[in-house]
């Protein structure tokens, strides 16, 4: 049995300094938000309606966002925050019911998620992979995505999303899947199929064509 006084008789207390103010969010602000908040005052474009040279970051999320549905929409996907294994920042699980409808459940981890902009990115990614795992093309063998396929198509949306965003360089990793300076769309191509056969977690065999699917 433990003999030591509790603190309220006078004994040690476990906790010395008092645990820091909880107002949610304000502990996960680091460099990356400041410099958000630098970019916008440099553009002296802090409002979203007013202002010379707006920088859109609210229309940014907004749009990747859409790809989810309006609040309240039957939609089939719901969206979630949570801590998910490895590097990934983000996931999809899919569910069918009995009549073989399905339902999808993505979810973002926010700790590996550094502002608005890498948000907008892997928002537009698990958004593709809704999108195409709904595609009637998916559920015929003779035309469904590979895994690596799958990814492909969803890093072709977060290069896409990058350089709308006005990205000059898009990595994961060591590997860089998109220069600003790359002229030729197989220089992107060929860097993420060398990042997914590649990546540490999770690496898939490469299969051609790349994306097999109009777009
Ligand atoms: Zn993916």
Redesign the pocket.
């Known amino acids: 049995m433990n003999q030591e006084k509790l603190a309220i008789d006078g004994g040690k207390p476990v906790r010395t300094k008092p645990l820091p103010l909880e107002f949610p969010g304000m502990h996960h602000m680091d460099a990356k938000e400041i410099q958000a908040a630098v970019r916008l005052l440099r553009a002296r474009s802090p409002f979203r309606y007013y202002g010379i040279k707006l920088q859109k970051e609210v229309e940014k999320l907004e749009a990747a966002a859409k790809a989810y549905g309006k609040e309240g929409e039957e939609t089939g996907v719901t969206v979630g925050f949570g801590s998910l294994t490895g590097d990934a920042a983000g996931g999809v699980t899919v569910s069918a019911d009995e009549a073989g409808n399905l339902s999808f459940a993505v979810t973002f981890d926010m700790s590996k998620i550094s502002g608005g902009d890498a948000f907008a990115i892997d928002t537009g990614?698990?958004g593709t992979?809704v999108a195409d795992i709904r595609n009637p093309l998916y559920a015929d063998p003779r035309t469904t995505l590979s895994d690596f396929q799958r990814?492909f198509r969803?890093y072709e949306t977060s290069v896409w999303v990058a350089r709308s965003l006005g990205f000059a360089t898009l990595s994961y990793g060591r590997v860089q899947v998109w220069n600003r300076s790359w002229s030729k769309v197989d220089q992107r191509d060929a860097a993420i199929t060398r990042y997914l056969t590649t990546r540490e977690q999770n690496p898939l065999p490469e299969t051609r064509p790349h994306n097999p699917w109009p777009d």
């Open positions: 990614h698990e992979h990814e969803g």
